[in-house]
């Protein structure tokens, strides 16, 4: 089952803050978070593992909270690079020695960083 | 070091006629996947591999066929294209274990006229 991303779309300019949101109707065993560019590849961010867990890159983190089942990713004081697609994915099934080798992806997230 | 290379990037296929994606990983990576994006529907799963000489049904995996004959090589097949399947396809690989960081290659954008 998909997660759900909300907003569909956020538009900021430079130096504002967005927060994208992923949650699940089901439980959440990990969370990753993805950046594509228009016309590129997804590209890795970070990966959160354990209820509770916040990770940092750069002006970007992520929170996850397993008890909600959500998790978010703040990104602070945007910059141009920012702009793209933010898609969240998550596994089917709790790690348990090779199990959660396929995720469910969001339909992610529009962020356009203006001038 | 190439990482995930698909091609071809582009292609134009006629309704009925069939076609092969290839994708390339220089990695070592046990896993391969196949994903289409579709505005507005995220990347969905098509099949997927954990392994050579293994495949698996993904989300949509109606129209499409699948071989990994060798670790490195992930072919996705159409047999009869038809319109539903114009799309973008990325394939991504990754290692085994918890983490699971997908790498992606650059996409084949496919028209079916």
């Known amino acids: 089952q998909q997660p759900v991303q909300s907003p569909q779309a956020v538009i900021l300019r430079e130096g504002e803050d967005a927060v994208i949101n992923c949650s699940s109707s089901?439980?959440?065993?990990?969370v990753h978070w993805y950046r594509q560019k228009h016309g590129e590849a997804p590209v890795f961010l970070m990966i959160l593992l354990k209820g509770g867990e916040q990770k940092g890159h750069e002006k970007i983190s992520a929170s996850f909270n397993e008890k909600k089942q959500q998790s978010s990713l703040y990104l602070t004081a945007s910059q141009l690079s920012y702009s793209g697609t933010y898609f969240c994915?998550?596994?089917?099934?709790?790690?348990?020695?090779?199990?959660?080798?396929?995720?469910?992806f969001g339909k992610g997230t529009l962020l356009t960083v203006n001038p | 070091n190439a990482g995930v290379t698909q091609t071809p990037k582009f292609r134009v296929l006629k309704t009925g006629q069939s076609m092969t994606l290839l994708c390339a990983q220089d990695?070592?990576?046990?896993?391969m996947y196949w994903y289409r994006q579709d505005p507005g529907m995220g990347l969905r799963l098509i099949h997927y591999?954990?392994?050579?000489?293994?495949?698996a049904k993904g989300e949509v995996p109606d129209g499409y066929n699948v071989s990994r004959l060798k670790k490195q090589n992930f072919l996705l097949g159409l047999e009869s294209a038809a319109p539903s399947q114009t799309s973008v396809y990325f394939c991504?690989?990754?290692?085994?274990?918890?983490?699971?960081?997908?790498?992606f290659g650059a996409g084949t954008r496919l028209s079916v006229l």
């Open positions: 991504a690989s990754s290692h085994t274990g918890r983490s699971n960081i997908q790498y």
């Open positions: 089901k439980a959440l065993y990990s």
């Open positions: 591999s954990v392994g050579e000489g293994t495949t």
């Open positions: 994915g998550t596994p089917d099934a709790p790690w348990s020695g090779g199990s959660n080798y396929k995720l469910t």
């Open positions: 990695m070592n990576h046990e896993y």
